[in-house]
């Protein structure tokens, strides 16, 4: 029995989980919180990023119960009190980067990470930070757009989202 | 705009399987003009009312009595004016989810903001063939959505003249508002639903279809329909799937493909921490042939445990001793000596001999030649195929993200000898389709593991199960030989080598049409084709034979234009020759008018001509596929050390009318990266019929870093549109390609680049 502290609640994780586990799969699993995705296992994708403690980290990388008395983030836990987005999951939406979507998970805790450390990030810092995370469908061009937008977001809240016309 | 039905969707490279799915389509007695209406009793006692759209095997269905105004399959309309539209298609990252509702949307005149867009059953019935590929979804619905829309708009006409007590020719309708301007009276399709179901259903060849010019809604930038579940995490995709009680499986097949079991320690398996059980499941089927309906169950060990990790853990655990008499022996590096030995030769078939080329030869100033390689390569989809089923003894339920839903449907009734009726499929949202979630064979794996538990199960690859068996991309090589005189291309020879498997015909995918650009519109022309065996299996990946068959083609005419000391747009402008539509009215087929415009774009756009500094390039390639003319322009810089960087690409594209500008943008633009990640690192390799890369940090899929800006110019023709997924893709390795000749002289005809020493 160990606990996890994710999203703000407390789970209790039964003794039938393995405590090596790792992250990704208690998370999807264990306490069906499925928006953190598999992609390869071995930390090359960036699909099951989360953060832990604010830091962004492969969730599959790290046995579940070492996470025991640190705060998990998952992408279920970005957005506020009645659903409000956060102004990278607003500027995912209205640069509409997804194409298959499975990566934008990993793809939005990584940056919202970066902007929290970084709140105007060049391209060059966008590249280094987001190296990490593979998209498939190359929606590279629209995350790139959608990390500037959601600082220019950050930068003057309230913004509201574009309609639908260009 | 011509509004014309549907054409044949008949294309060399699209697979046997969706050639048969189109055919049916096309010859569907549905098809017919004639029109029908029939009476059904409902079990609710309301009415239905039954009548065919009049294309694509597609009836609509109105029904009296209920609360929803269902106008027919595609749309609803709820009494609070809430419009609920129907996806017919899987939704694998092409856009369709929401560019096909898009179109019911603007023929009714809803209010977009007031879409509900869920995905429909699989009813082929109702929605005639329902699958994602060969860029099919726009160009086979085009027609039908829009008579639904219209019909649906018809009777809320209907309604509302019914009840101002006006003719319906008085009336507008906008934004979910039927309008009587004289009066200053609108009513909302909500307040019209109940009587909208009472009117009758209008005759499909009555429907007057908007003209494109009155578009509100295509042609704008509608952000996906999906996308607020996507950046909240909620559950959307197969892996997603869960049940009560549900249990997880692994499954291990042999590293040979056509090894089968010999023994296993099963007992073991069996004792560890979390599994249930561990069984073999002999092999089903023909494990080489591409068949979505039918594919090969593998032989293997599943491993059932209750939870994902557990399945994962005890497959580490796994010895299995595999009887490899009947496996591949396959080698990449024998058949890469093979048949550069068979390129110094002619081929062993002929499959086009136009003109006199060997007179063309003769008579030529110039000859060029040159040999181009490109390997096997895997879909490598980022969700790895998994599939969920439950079965109940006589029926079974499943959960698929897959491609080819009716298919899969097929394919679990004859596996487990089930009648098709007590077999139910939900289709989900693949994680990346790319062609490899057409082939079912997770689906397949997942019915023969629940059967025998008789218990909900999720079928889960791991990432070195999906690298390791796939459906191959198939390597390939071009022998070509080029005749120039006084500056002109004269003839073009190919000596094309490939794979079978039976000596009669190329694998999966592996096919050259004798049509092929620019035989197709050359005076002399001469394609031959040589095979070697191979018992790996392939199929179709995204823009199948067009995406490894361009990089050799477009470099090569590059080449012919250096040879020939032209300028590369001029010269290819010049072979497109006079303006013509090779075969007019079929829009598989390619429109020289419409090729040279979108090289002529592609090329103003970049800024084709002007100076660059040294080690800088302009590289451009053309390519048609799946009805889709595309021309692209690479800017690319090389460094003393063969490192690259591709500061831009630029797309030039008709594929008519756009439906979403956002959806077909982003559909360009990671088509191209997608092109540049295969054309610079990614390889399967196989030697004693194993494949060497098992995951991501030996099949290097490009990265945010490594990714250059790319800029779509969509010239927005008055054909009527075709499909996105794919055709973007083809041009790009041979654009980068030839912007690193004109960077530095060096000329690539080896995939992928890695393998020539470059880097990015």
Redesign the interface.
């Known amino acids: 029995m160990f606990e996890l502290d994710v999203n703000g609640k407390v789970y209790e994780v039964g003794d039938d989980v393995d405590p090596a586990t790792p992250l990704l799969w208690v998370l999807r699993d264990t306490l069906g919180l499925v928006g953190t995705k598999y992609g390869c296992g071995v930390g090359q994708c960036s699909a099951c990023m989360v953060h832990l403690n604010g830091s962004p980290i492969q969730s599959c990388q790290i046995p579940a119960q070492s996470a025991t008395g640190q705060r998990v983030t998952t992408i279920e836990g970005l957005a506020g009190e009645g659903g409000q987005l956060t102004a990278v999951q607003e500027a995912w939406i209205e640069e509409d980067v997804p194409q298959c979507g499975y990566c934008q998970a990993g793809q939005i805790m990584n940056a919202t990470a970066l902007l929290a450390r970084n709140p105007s990030p060049t391209d060059a810092d966008i590249d280094t930070a987001m190296a990490a995370n593979i998209c498939r469908c190359g929606t590279y061009n629209r995350i790139r757009n959608a990390i500037h937008n959601a600082a220019a977001r950050i930068a003057n809240p309230g913004t509201p989202r574009k309609g639908a016309a260009s | 705009m011509s509004f014309t039905e549907p054409k044949s969707t008949a294309d060399v490279y699209l697979p046997e399987y969706l050639q048969k799915l189109a055919a049916d389509a096309a010859t569907s007695p549905a098809l017919s003009r004639r029109s029908f209406i029939k009476i059904t009793g409902l079990a609710g006692g309301g009415l239905v009312i039954g009548f065919s759209l009049g294309t694509a095997g597609t009836k609509a269905w109105a029904q009296s009595g209920t609360e929803v105004f269902v106008a027919n399959a595609y749309v609803q309309v709820r009494p609070d004016g809430t419009v609920v539209l129907f996806a017919k298609n899987p939704e ?4 369709v989810k929401t560019s096909l509702p898009m179109i019911l949307a603007e023929e009714m005149d809803a209010d ?1 903001a007031s879409v509900r867009v869920e995905q429909s059953e699989i009813d082929a019935d109702r929605y005639g063939p329902q699958f994602a590929g060969g860029s099919t979804s726009i160009p086979m619905n085009w027609t039908t959505l829009r008579r639904a829309g219209a019909a649906a708009r018809a009777m809320l006409v209907a309604a509302a003249a019914e009840r101002l007590g006006v003719p319906p020719s008085e009336l507008l309708t906008d934004a979910g508002f039927v309008i009587h301007q004289a009066s200053n009276r609108r009513i909302g399709y909500g307040d019209l639903a109940a009587g909208a179901a009472e009117m009758p259903v209008p005759d499909t060849e009555s429907l007057i279809l908007k003209k494109r010019e009155d578009f509100k809604l295509l042609g ?5 329909v ?3 579940k ?8 197969g ?2 799937q ?1 049940l009560p009680g549900m249990l ?1 499986a692994s499954y291990t097949k042999a590293p040979a493909i056509g090894a089968s079991v010999a023994a296993a320690n099963l007992e073991h398996i069996k004792s560890l ?2 599994v249930r059980d561990a069984f073999v499941i002999e092999a089903k089927g023909d494990a080489i042939e591409f068949n979505p309906a039918a594919p090969a169950l593998l032989c293997g060990v599943a491993i059932v445990a ?5 399945a ?2 005890a497959k580490r655990e796994l010895q299995v001793t595999w009887d490899e008499a009947q496996a591949s022996r396959d080698s990449w590096s024998a058949a890469v000596a093979d048949a550069r030995r068979l390129a110094t030769q002619d081929g062993a078939t002929t499959l086009a001999d136009k003109g006199d080329v060997a007179a063309a030869f003769a008579a030529a100033s110039a000859t060029v030649a040159g040999v181009y390689t490109y390997p096997y390569i895997s879909h ?5 195929q998994n599939c969920t089923a439950w079965f109940k003894g006589d029926s079974i339920e499943i959960w698929a993200p897959t491609q080819t839903p009716q298919a899969a449907v097929d394919a679990v009734a004859a596996l487990l000898d089930l009648p098709k009726e007590r077999v139910t499929l939900r289709q989900l ?6 062609g490899r979630r057409l082939a079912n064979d997770s689906v397949c794996e997942v019915a023969a593991i629940s059967r025998r538990l008789g218990a909900p199960v999720k079928v ?1 690859w ?2 070195e199960d999906d690298m390791a068996f796939d459906y191959y991309r198939p390597g390939g090589f071009h022998s070509f030989k080029a005749a120039i005189s006084a500056g002109k291309l004269t003839a073009w020879q190919d000596h094309f080598i490939t794979f079978t498997r039976n000596g009669a015909a190329p694998v999966s995918a592996a096919n050259l049409s004798p049509q092929e650009f620019p035989a197709n519109v050359l005076g002399n022309a001469r394609l031959t084709q040589s095979m070697l065996g191979s018992k790996v299996p392939t199929g179709p990946w995204r823009a199948p034979g067009s995406n490894a068959i361009a990089f050799a083609v477009q470099s090569f005419l590059h080449e012919c234009a250096v040879a020939a000391n032209r300028d590369h747009v001029e010269f290819l402008l010049e072979i497109m020759g006079e303006p013509r539509w090779l075969e007019p009215g079929n829009p598989r087929v390619m429109n020289t008018e419409r090729a040279a415009g979108v090289i002529k774009l592609a090329a103003e756009k970049a800024g084709w001509g002007r100076p660059l500094p040294r080690g800088r390039g302009l590289g451009l390639a053309f390519h048609f596929s799946h009805a889709g003319h595309f021309a692209e322009v690479a800017e690319v810089s090389v460094d003393e050390n063969r490192k690259l960087t591709i500061h831009q690409v630029t797309v030039a594209a008709d594929i008519g009318p756009i439906v979403n ?3 077909a943008e ?2 360009c ?6 092109g540049i ?1 295969t054309m610079m690192g990614l390889e399967i390799t196989f030697e004693n019929g194993r494949v060497e890369q098992r ?3 030996r099949y290097p ?5 490594q ?1 250059p ?2 800029d779509v110019h969509f010239v927005q023709s008055d054909y009527d549109p075709t499909g996105c997924g794919e055709p973007a893709f083809p041009p790009a390795a041979p654009a980068v390609c030839n912007a690193i000749y004109a960077a530095t002289g060096r000329r690539v005809r080896t995939l992928p680049l890695t393998r020539e020493g470059f880097s990015i």
């Open positions: 694998v990252g092409q856009g977009w704008r930038r509608i952000t996906g999906d996308n607020v996507i950046v909240t995490g909620q559950p959307l995709f892996i997603d869960t997880y921490p979390g209750n939870s994902t990790w557990a994962f853990k490598a989809d980022l969700e790895p949202r693949g994680g990346g389709g790319f889960q791991m990432r500008l956002s959806g982003n559909q633009q990671g088509s191209v990266i997608d990640s995951n991501f940090d899929i490009l990265r945010i870093s990714a800006r790319v």
